[in-house]
């Protein structure tokens, strides 16, 4: 990822002054005019920004606060990115440490995959002090098309782990129907040609959170928990006649017949979403002019992508 | 052509209306007599009973809320069989079950009588505007010679296989929505908990790599093919973000059951040394679980991405 990156804000004519544990990694970019740093607080040193993409906590760590720091060659005034996936937990104790010292410490992860590393379809995520992002923001744009703000220190990498954490289930989900759509006698491709076609497969994972989870609207019913419970009754019952394991599924079944038993029947099919905030204590309903614009926006911002 | 009505409800109230739109010579039934003043008033003939309607018509719909009420219609006292015709079709509309509806069109066979299933996506909204998916399980021939008929009533009408795969394609569409929710309502209140407002939430992970494609095509490049090397992205970086959200949810008390889950299937296709294979890898547990393999051809891929019509919005396979 760093790679891709790091070529990009080059490519934007930033000035750019590399460090890595391997020194190879850095040669295409010193042969495109970088300077080579010795160490993290030699790139501290001579910078008023830096960026660390590195693979999880243990590695930033090191490379902030261990031996020749970053931090230790940072000036005040300064400022350091953190495009790792990291724990929100450890950027806001790095962010501590470096506040004390007068640099600021931001955690900025992205989300596109190598591919958008390099084509720059990227997404970054921001938590932290929003003049400082507004600062770098011309920075920012040269590592991706999509640099937003989203809150407070550690809320890029609450982002990013609900972002990456909700699609693993959801591949697990995936793989569970999938094998059930396949021993059931559908060949893959015709069946994912064919849910692809569906309400589900037209849009994005996301885009129906819009319509009840985040309104906490769940009356009238676009679709009844009653008709939900049926149908996935019926998906488990025809894997238990093939001879499909399904975790996901079961589990989803128990919590839309623990919905059922509060008298939620006739509501829509989401309601069943509203167990998970009581057992975490959260309680989510955004006004609906908000969701109506900011659902706006996004067909907006897709359509001029498109063009 | 004359076609039956039966079940005039949230989605069939809709789709009996496409027809009747398109100039189909309509006869209707519900439970509720009251439900089909709508189509009377715009034309359409009334009928007493399934039974009825079968003799007056040369092929039939039903939309109706379960395997129950469906086996009433079709097979029940004054039902669908006892009025229709020999060579008439019978599509059920219906989500279904695959057991019930191949039941059904083997005891229609026996008289002659085809019996497809042909579920629907895409809500009331989509039966309302036509935008809507009609999966078919059957004779192919049947479906062929009714196309027109189908295609009044939604715009993606496609035959699927024998019968019962309609009802197949449409259990697996489901179940994955709510298998999702699930998954996703537990993200999200970890997300709200630990301090982002929900919508700036769902606006961040919206422009995510999840965010940006539809539900579907993240299968493209890894299971569809059975190909998980090289990595796009390796699983023990996944294991690790997986582990961080988790370790998240105990820190601020949000239970997990699904990631959790998802957790161990990672864990588990670590442990057989798949750390460095891409991070879709922990699929393959399911495929042995299930004793299911999947390979399908790039080229094959490819080129329903193409049949799509959209292409230009697709991902490209690797």
């Not at chain 1, 906590?57 to 902030?64: D, G, N, R, T």
Request: hydrophobic letters at 45%; a negative charge.
């Amino acid at each position: 990822m760093g790679a891709h990156m790091a070529a990009n804000l080059q490519k934007a004519g930033h000035d750019l002054i590399v460090h890595d544990m391997r020194q190879d990694a850095a040669d295409p970019h010193i042969a495109a005019g970088a300077t080579w740093a010795e160490s993290p607080q030699a790139v501290g040193a001579d910078s008023d920004v830096v960026f660390l993409s590195l693979p999880g906590p243990p590695e930033v760590k090191a490379v902030a606060l261990g031996d020749k720091s970053l931090l230790s060659g940072m000036m005040p005034g300064s400022a350091c990115f953190d495009l790792s996936t990291n724990s929100p937990t450890l950027v806001r104790q790095l962010h501590a440490t470096f506040v004390e010292k007068g640099v600021e410490f931001l955690d900025a992860p992205v989300s596109g995959g190598p591919r958008g590393a390099e084509s720059g379809k990227l997404s970054l995520w921001i938590g932290g002090a929003e003049d400082a992002f507004n600062t770098y923001k011309p920075v920012l744009d040269a590592i991706g098309d999509r640099a937003a703000y989203i809150g407070a220190i550690g809320a890029g990498s609450v982002a990013k782990l609900v972002h990456n954490c909700g699609g693993k289930s959801v591949q697990c989900a995936l793989a569970e129907v999938f094998t059930l759509g396949v021993k059931a006698g559908i060949p893959p491709l015709k069946l994912w040609e064919t849910v692809r076609q569906g309400i589900i497969g037209r849009e994005n994972p996301f885009d129906s959170l819009t319509r009840h989870f985040l309104r906490n609207h769940y009356d009238p019913p676009d679709f009844t928990l009653r008709l939900a419970q049926k149908d996935v009754s019926m998906a488990l019952e025809l894997a238990r006649e093939v001879g499909v394991p399904m975790r996901f599924a079961s589990m989803a079944l128990e919590e839309i017949t623990e919905a059922m038993s509060r008298g939620w029947a006739e509501r829509d099919a989401r309601v069943a979403m509203v167990l998970q905030q009581e057992r975490a204590g959260v309680h989510i309903a955004v006004d609906d002019g908000r969701v109506d614009a900011a659902v706006a926006k996004m067909a907006t911002e897709r359509a001029a992508n498109d063009n | 052509m004359k076609v039956g009505f039966v079940g005039l409800g949230m989605m069939g109230k809709f789709m009996a209306a496409n027809l009747q739109e398109k100039g189909f010579d309509l006869v209707v039934h519900d439970l509720n007599k009251a439900a089909a003043e709508p189509h009377i008033a715009a034309g359409a003939a009334w009928a007493d009973s399934p039974k009825a309607l079968g003799e007056a018509v040369d092929v039939v719909f039903s939309s109706l809320p379960g395997p129950p009420e469906v086996e009433a219609v079709a097979l029940g006292e004054n039902g669908l069989l006892a009025g229709m015709s020999k060579d008439g079709a019978y599509f059920d509309l219906s989500t279904n079950s695959p057991t019930v509806v191949r039941r059904i069109h083997a005891v229609f066979a026996e008289k002659g009588v085809h019996m497809l299933d042909a579920p629907v996506s895409g809500g009331p909204h989509g039966a309302e505007s036509g935008k809507l998916a009609l999966w078919i399980g059957g004779p192919e021939a049947v479906y062929n010679k009714h196309k027109s008929v189908l295609d009044a009533i939604g715009d993606r009408a496609n035959y699927i296989g024998d019968i019962g795969a309609g009802s197949v394609a449409k259990l697996v569409h489901n179940c994955s929505g709510y298998a999702m929710q699930c998954a996703l309502a537990e993200v999200f209140t970890l997300g709200v908990k630990a301090g982002v407002e929900p919508l700036a939430l769902w606006e961040a992970v919206r422009q995510g790599a999840q965010g940006r494609r539809r539900t579907y095509d993240g299968l493209i490049n890894q299971f569809l093919p059975g190909e998980y090397d090289p990595a796009d992205f390796a699983l023990r970086l996944a294991h690790k973000d997986v582990s961080l959200a988790t370790a998240l949810g105990r820190e601020i008390g949000v239970p997990m059951r699904m990631a959790n889950l998802a957790l161990e299937e990672m864990t588990e296709a670590m442990n057989r040394g798949w750390g460095n294979r891409d991070s879709r890898s922990p699929m393959i547990l399911q495929l042995e679980r299930a004793g299911v393999e999947i390979a399908v051809d790039k080229d094959d891929i490819r080129a329903a991405l193409e049949r799509d019509g959209a292409a230009n919005d697709n991902p490209k396979p690797n």
